[in-house]
């Protein structure tokens, strides 16, 4: 590592040169396509273009990258919802939207890559506390999202006052992670559309 003077005259360590955004981006594209198990620190270093040493020394170790990773891409798929959902004028306008975004992501090439929290899910919860945590929050998130927009429509009359919003929403959150699942079969757009515009059908 190079090293330079501070003001007091002490060395110190250059900081990291490297777009950290950037770099979890190739990593989390590497756990996705491989799984968490079958990708080595090579494959990542390889893909994030750092050397080992300076995955080391930001991660610790492999798991680190994947954590790492694991909140890149929560970051990233929330803001695209939320984004999506906030330009509805209703609340079942927002529901439909968030289904849009799965269906979106569950054909070509992302389709067959899979989600990263759903893969986390058979992958990881039953030897990693901490994964099993974030998969949890992650799921509970896109609930708690689903249960808000259904109350949001009863308030403005787009949804039956009789709906149980919180068992639909968790037959939805079911729904969309299989969505997640089915579109790394290499299915169409048109396909996973109408499964968002049939799931729609439950509000009916």
């Given at each position: 590592?190079?090293?330079?003077?501070?003001?007091t005259?002490?060395?110190?360590?250059?900081?990291?040169?490297?777009?950290?955004?950037?770099?979890?981006?190739?990593?989390?594209?590497?756990?996705?396509?491989?799984?968490?198990?079958?990708?080595?620190?090579?494959?990542l270093?390889?893909a994030?273009?750092?050397?080992?040493?300076?995955?080391?020394?930001?991660?610790?170790?492999?798991?680190?990258?994947?954590?790492?990773?694991?909140?890149?891409?929560?970051?990233?798929?929330?803001?695209?919802?939320?984004?999506?959902?906030?330009?509805?004028?209703?609340?079942?306008?927002?529901?439909?939207?968030?289904?849009?975004?799965?269906?979106?992501?569950?054909?070509?090439?992302?389709?067959?890559?899979?989600c990263?929290?759903?893969?986390?899910?058979?992958?990881?919860?039953?030897?990693?506390?901490?994964a099993?945590?974030?998969?949890a929050?992650?799921?509970?998130?896109?609930?708690?999202?689903m249960?808000?927009?259904i109350?949001?429509?009863?308030?403005?009359?787009s949804?039956r006052?009789?709906?149980?919003?919180?068992?639909?929403?968790?037959?939805?959150?079911?729904?969309?992670?299989?969505?997640?699942?089915?579109?790394?079969?290499?299915?169409?757009?048109?396909?996973?559309?109408?499964?968002?515009e049939?799931?729609?059908?439950?509000?009916?």
């Open positions: 590592m190079t090293t330079t003077l501070s003001s005259g002490k060395l110190r360590g250059r900081p990291r040169e490297f777009d950290m955004d950037a770099a979890l981006d190739q990593a989390l594209r590497v756990f996705s396509e491989r799984g968490y198990h079958a990708t080595s620190i090579s494959e270093t390889e994030m273009g750092l050397t080992s040493g300076s995955v080391y020394k930001a991660f610790k170790d492999k798991r680190g990258v994947f954590l790492a990773a694991f909140d890149r891409y929560r970051s990233v798929r929330l803001g695209v919802l939320r984004n999506d959902v906030s330009k509805a004028e209703t609340g079942r306008d927002g529901l439909f939207a968030m289904l849009q975004v799965y269906a979106n992501a569950s054909h070509g090439v992302e389709g067959r890559r899979g990263l929290v759903v893969n986390s899910a058979t992958d990881m919860v039953l030897f990693d506390e901490e099993a945590r974030r998969v929050a992650a799921f509970e998130t896109d609930e708690r999202v249960v808000d927009l109350k949001l429509g009863q308030s403005d009359g949804i006052a009789d709906v149980d919003a919180e068992a639909v929403s968790r037959t939805l959150l079911c729904l969309m992670k299989g969505m997640r699942i089915v579109g790394k079969t290499d299915r169409s757009h048109a396909e996973m559309k109408a499964v968002a049939t799931a729609m059908k439950l509000l009916n």
